[in-house]
């Protein structure tokens, strides 16, 4: 509650007060303590209430804002009625032709208007100091003014002077007046207290240093976290200039206060801490009133970013792999990773374009990872995996009750996961023609409209898509969209099949084989040449993903410190699964003829009903037998049209 002290001169004023406060301007909110209090009483008299705001009249205003520099002050105005009004008393009581008028201030008041009213010679005498009030009452008194018209201060003197003296008394209407202004400046009040303890809190609350410089170079402002930072205490910086408390920041202020133009992210050696500091002018038309600075610590900084990312991880958001995940000894693998890096700098679509296995989404993570958006989420989607009923409600949300079945409070989608960050669509040649329109439409607008929604949501996502397949062939075959296809491939990318870049065979096999040492507890250093050549000239149709699989199954099967080409022909060619293949170890030297095509596929179909009998129809334990990937291994039996 704010609390009001109104200070009247006399009992009758006191009355007229409390009638109309308690009438028509009593709040809850607001407290008004109305006291007669004589002008000579002030400087004397002790209170120990504190106030919001204080209201006095002439001379009484003046004292008590002598007395409480800090408090605002109204001063209740004498009206021209009320002087008028006491002219009227002085000539019924007195009759003189000559009367003087001796108020605290003369603006509102004109001696020619009250002359010709009141039929009187009438001077209006200006004096601001209570203390020189006998003065004037001997000055007017001097010049022929037999009666004198005042407030209780002047009424006083002027009785003590054995001068006649009419009291000037407030009517109604300047009460009035001054509650409302009282009531507009309690609102004013109350208003910056909010917004100066909003400020306050948000500051104090910040987890960055935060100091304020006025235009001066003086620090107005210091909050915790910078007194922590920079150890120092309040008292010490406050009011003195940042050249000597923190001189450190004096330059780069001295700039911004200068130029108007803010500095962003600059990195400070500061007492053994490196620190990253914004300065920020504080603009007042066009000059800058003061620089407020942010400091936080480099190590807070690389904090957050990695609790962040441990967030998205947990979520499934986040980019493993960089570049240097993607082991390469090949020009042609290096030229590969090379175009993807240019990619990484600008923020168009890019299609990836590779055999299943060749590690379209590690590239896609490395550049993700090598653009501005790598602090954004990655959100990869399996497009082949999701049903079609799914895909709309998987890829753009729906609300709470869009559908029977759907998760309360709704879901959001893909889409929006992906803002501010990258939606990698992998397979995205699986998508039904019939929903490749929505998928269009989202791609132009930039906007998603949940399922069961009426408004639309802007999203700000990179699309990263890849595929197996020649889309341009199956827009010509009327199975993929021409402007979808120009909307996803702005930027190109081609990863070469493991069979194209042989040399990457051996540098990759390590890698994984360093992985796989470490998870199972083995030591194997090697292979033998026999071995090597067998690896390096086998046809790998899974690619790099198969190649992972043959070495983690060697992994698991050898026993001593080098693999020999016994147990990497058995790796290779798994006689209980390829039992057709039993013999292929000459032909994979010698390379296979285009003639025997047809027959590896017959075998190849055979090999994958043979594995779905031997784990009882489990596609993730025959994908594992037969060396791929289990999407792979789901759209090998959609081919073969294997139930």
């Known amino acids: 509650m704010l609390k009001v002290?109104?200070?009247?001169?006399?009992?009758?004023?006191?009355?007229?007060?409390?009638?109309?406060?308690?009438?028509?301007?009593?709040?809850?909110?607001?407290?008004?303590?109305?006291?007669?209090?004589?002008?000579?009483?002030i400087e004397k008299m002790l209170w120990n209430e504190t106030y919001d705001l204080i209201i006095g009249r002439g001379h009484t205003a003046t004292l008590l804002l002598k007395r409480e520099p800090f408090v605002p002050v109204l001063e209740i105005p004498i009206t021209g009625y009320d002087v008028m009004r006491a002219l009227i008393l002085a000539k019924e009581?007195?009759?003189?032709?000559?009367t003087a008028v001796i108020v605290s201030s003369s603006y509102n008041?004109?001696?020619?208007?009250?002359?010709?009213?009141?039929?009187?010679?009438?001077?209006?005498?200006?004096?601001?100091?209570?203390?020189?009030?006998?003065?004037?009452?001997?000055?007017?008194?001097?010049?022929?003014?037999r009666t004198i018209i005042g407030g209780y201060s002047v009424t006083s003197a002027a009785a003590a002077q054995a001068v006649n003296a009419v009291t000037i008394?407030?009517?109604?209407?300047?009460?009035?007046?001054?509650?409302?202004?009282?009531?507009r400046m309690i609102q004013t009040i109350y208003q910056e207290r909010e917004q100066r303890s909003t400020y306050e809190t948000i500051t104090q609350s910040s987890k960055e240093g935060i100091v304020y410089v006025d235009n001066?170079?003086?620090?107005?402002?210091?909050?915790?976290?910078?007194?922590?930072?920079?150890?120092?205490?309040?008292?010490?910086?406050?009011?003195?200039?940042?050249?000597?408390?923190?001189?450190?920041?004096?330059?780069?202020?001295?700039?911004?206060?200068?130029?108007?133009?803010?500095?962003?992210?600059e990195l400070q050696d500061i007492r053994n801490n490196t620190l990253s500091v914004d300065y920020v002018p504080v603009m007042v038309g066009q000059k800058p009133a003061g620089v407020v600075i942010t400091c936080q610590t480099v190590k807070k900084i690389q904090q957050i970013e990695s609790q962040i990312r441990k967030k998205l991880s947990e979520k499934g958001l986040v980019a493993n792999y960089t570049f240097s995940a993607a082991i390469r000894k090949s020009d042609l693998m290096e030229k590969t990773v090379a175009i993807a890096g240019k990619y990484a700098r600008v923020d168009s679509n890019i299609l990836i374009v590779g055999e299943t296995g060749t590690g379209k989404e590690v590239i896609a993570q490395s550049i993700h990872n090598a653009s501005e958006r790598r602090n954004g989420p990655f959100v990869a989607v399996n497009c082949a995996a999701l049903p079609e009923n799914l895909l709309e409600s998987e890829l753009f949300g729906y609300v709470d009750g869009a559908f029977t079945g759907s998760r309360r409070g709704g879901k959001v989608g893909f889409?929006?996961?992906?803002?501010?960050?990258?939606?990698?669509?992998?397979?995205?040649?699986?998508?039904?023609?019939?929903?490749?329109?929505?998928?269009?439409r989202v791609l132009q607008e930039r906007q998603v409209r949940r399922i069961g929604d009426d408004k639309v949501i802007d999203v700000d996502a990179r699309i990263i898509a890849a595929t197996n397949k020649n889309l341009r062939q199956m827009?010509?075959?009327?199975?993929?969209?021409?402007?979808?296809?120009?909307?996803?491939d702005v930027l190109e990318i081609y990863i070469p099949p493991l069979r194209e870049r042989k040399e990457d065979i051996l540098p990759l096999f390590y890698e994984f084989l360093k992985e796989y040492n470490n998870r199972f507890g083995k030591d194997i250093s090697g292979c033998t040449a026999k071995a090597r050549e067998l690896l390096i000239h086998y046809n790998y149709t899974g690619n790099v993903r198969e190649l992972r699989n043959i070495a983690e199954r060697v992994a698991v099967t050898c026993e001593e410190k080098q693999i020999d080409e016994r147990l990497m022909e058995t790796a290779l060619y798994p006689a209980d699964v390829f039992s057709s293949r039993s013999g292929f170890y000459g032909n994979a030297l010698s390379g296979k003829r285009e003639s025997e095509a047809e027959e590896d596929e017959i075998s190849e179909r055979d090999s994958i009903l043979e594995a779905l009998q031997k784990t009882g129809g489990r596609k993730g334990a025959a994908a594992g037998l037969l060396g791929m990937d289990r999407s792979t291994l789901w759209r090998k039996m959609k081919f073969y049209e294997i139930k």
């Open 5 to 41: 002290l109104l200070v009247v001169p006399y009992p009758k004023l006191e009355e007229t007060a409390k009638r109309i406060y308690s009438k028509h301007f009593e709040r809850r909110d607001i407290h008004m303590d109305i006291r007669v209090i004589q002008a000579e009483e």
């Open 93 to 98: 009581r007195f009759g003189p032709e000559k």
């Open 109 to 145: 008041h004109d001696e020619g208007v009250l002359s010709f009213l009141s039929g009187m010679d009438v001077r209006i005498q200006e004096v601001p100091d209570f203390n020189q009030v006998g003065e004037a009452v001997r000055e007017c008194v001097e010049k022929g003014y």
């Open 169 to 183: 008394e407030t009517g109604e209407e300047a009460v009035i007046q001054i509650m409302h202004e009282a009531v």
């Open 216 to 265: 001066k170079g003086e620090v107005r402002l210091a909050n915790k976290k910078i007194l922590q930072m920079i150890l120092t205490d309040n008292d010490s910086v406050h009011g003195k200039r940042i050249e000597r408390v923190y001189p450190f920041l004096a330059p780069i202020y001295q700039e911004v206060i200068a130029s108007g133009n803010p500095r962003y992210n």
């Open 415 to 440: 889409f929006e996961q992906a803002h501010r960050g990258t939606l990698f669509l992998d397979e995205i040649s699986e998508i039904p023609i019939n929903f490749q329109g929505k998928l269009l």
């Open 475 to 488: 827009v010509q075959d009327k199975e993929f969209r021409q402007d979808l296809l120009y909307r996803i």
